[in-house]
């Protein structure tokens, strides 16, 4: 094992093949990330910030679920103290948290943007890394369009609710003077959020209004998804994503349906029989929506969300309270598959798992649907939110290769809300090269470094733009 200093040019690379696969095949390629939360408003009015606590601590539920832990009260997280006292107490933070991946994510940006790698942050060095962050935030080059360009970004799809008026996306397609591709992705989950029947219904009364379809039943309401749908494709929409706790592919009935529809609208709440029916026709509706109109379909399986009511009622969702499910997965995912399946309406599809223990499940899962009509047509999606670290993606690979084909793997996604997140993009890839370098030193895959140079380009960028048909260059 090579021995180097912390986040030098060979962090995570601990063979001499692996060193040589990323700085020959990785480090220079460019980035197609077709998940993440990025906002099409801020990247339209090309958006800048004044200091670091703006641009990493905003809205980072990352950083603020470590801030309580290590006894940072809230108003340091979501309250309303100053950017600086903020920023402070992160910079207190961080030194606690070695083996945790914020510990490297945090340095890999002051290094990859800032150019802060001579110093780590911690209590002793915040003041002068607040200063150094502030200056180097005032130049031209770092708002919202030049962090993108200088991560060599080229397509970027974010997440968006069928409600969306996309008026951004359209704004950014007609500005030839900014080169990133920005793509809507169609994010349904509201249409899906049955558990409140009164901000369920004012949903859809938004949806009716947006579709001009008058919402009146369950066939009226498939009929707004399904306009929204087609505007989503007018706005070059190709892909879709669904946030489930698990699957939903639940027998049911046309007059089951309508019925469960009907009460919704009435305002009254479903029992768990009928919100599964209504949950597996909604699936089942929009899957068959992608396939005919040849979108990819991405789930994400496994969050439990706002574990806490308290925190939920203060400072509102995705600040920091969801973590783990463990509900059954394996059962209804095949069912729904194959629903769709039978009827000759499956989609290329991405599965992404939250709870490492499914695994298993997700690799093995995709040869049950695989059929022959596109390489790799069903994915074992890239290692999730708290996947997303170095164990999470290494496991994730190791099932996806020893029971699916590694060659085909569409690669990594931000999932993120941060344009600093692309280093992760860099993170995957020393963490992929240290993997086949490490086979390669040890005589389990040939010592090919221009074959295996290759697999490392394809998985880093080739096979999402083959997979999703995007007008890009290869690179090679």
């Avoid at 920023?87 to 948290?97: D, I, S």
């Amino acid at each position: 094992m090579l021995r180097q200093p912390f986040l030098d040019q060979d962090f995570l690379l601990e063979t001499s093949q692996a060193v040589h696969l990323y700085h020959e095949y990785a480090e220079n390629l460019p980035i197609v990330d077709y998940h993440c939360h990025l906002s099409p408003e801020e990247i339209a009015a090309d958006k800048r910030w004044e200091n670091l606590t703006q641009i990493w601590l905003y809205g980072d539920h990352y950083k603020w679920r470590a801030m309580r832990t290590a006894g940072v009260a809230e108003e340091y997280c979501t309250g309303s103290v100053s950017d600086w006292e903020k920023f402070e107490k992160w910079a207190a933070v961080l030194p606690m948290l070695l083996r945790n991946p914020l510990y490297h994510w945090t340095h890999l940006e002051l290094r990859r943007y800032f150019g802060i790698g001579d110093l780590l942050l911690g209590p002793d060095t915040a003041r002068q890394i607040w200063e150094r962050g502030r200056e180097k935030l005032a130049e031209a080059g770092m708002s919202c369009r030049g962090l993108l360009r200088s991560s060599r970004v080229r397509l970027l799809c974010t997440t968006d609710d069928p409600t969306d008026t996309l008026e951004h996306h359209a704004a950014l397609r007609a500005d030839s003077a900014f080169d990133v591709q920005v793509l809507p992705a169609w994010r349904p989950d509201r249409g899906m959020a049955v558990e409140d029947p009164a901000a369920f219904n004012a949903w859809v009364d938004l949806l009716g209004e947006r579709a001009d379809v008058d919402v009146s039943d369950f066939g009226s309401y498939v009929d707004a998804l399904r306009r929204r749908h087609d505007f989503f494709q007018e706005q070059g929409c190709c892909l879709s994503d669904h946030g489930l706790e698990t699957a939903y592919a639940d027998d049911y009935t046309e007059p089951e349906v309508r019925a469960a529809f009907a009460k919704l609208r009435s305002g009254r709440a479903l029992n768990e029989e009928e919100k599964g029916k209504f949950l597996s026709a909604m699936l089942y509706e929009f899957g068959v929506m992608d396939y005919e109109k040849s979108w990819v379909q991405q789930y994400h399986f496994g969050a439990m969300r706002d574990n806490n009511t308290r925190r939920l009622r203060a400072v509102g969702p995705n600040t920091g309270f969801d973590s783990v499910g463990d509900r059954p997965v394996a059962a209804p995912l095949s069912r729904m598959l194959d629903r769709l399946d039978r009827a000759g309406k499956l989609t290329r599809t991405i599965l992404y798992n939250l709870n490492p223990r499914d695994n298993a499940v997700m690799a093995s899962m995709l040869g049950n649907f695989q059929d022959g009509s596109v390489p790799g047509k069903m994915q074992y999606g890239a290692a999730w939110w708290v996947l997303d670290q170095k164990d999470g993606m290494e496991r994730q690979m190791e099932a996806l290769s020893q029971m699916g084909v590694l060659r085909l793997f569409v690669g990594m996604v931000t999932d993120s809300r941060s344009f600093l997140s692309y280093t992760r993009h860099e993170y995957f890839r020393r963490i992929l090269c240290n993997l086949l370098g490490r086979d390669m030193a040890q005589g389990l895959i040939p010592d090919d470094p221009d074959w295996v140079g290759e697999v490392v380009r394809d998985l880093s960028y080739n096979n999402a733009v083959r997979y999703f048909g995007l007008d890009l260059p290869p690179a090679g």
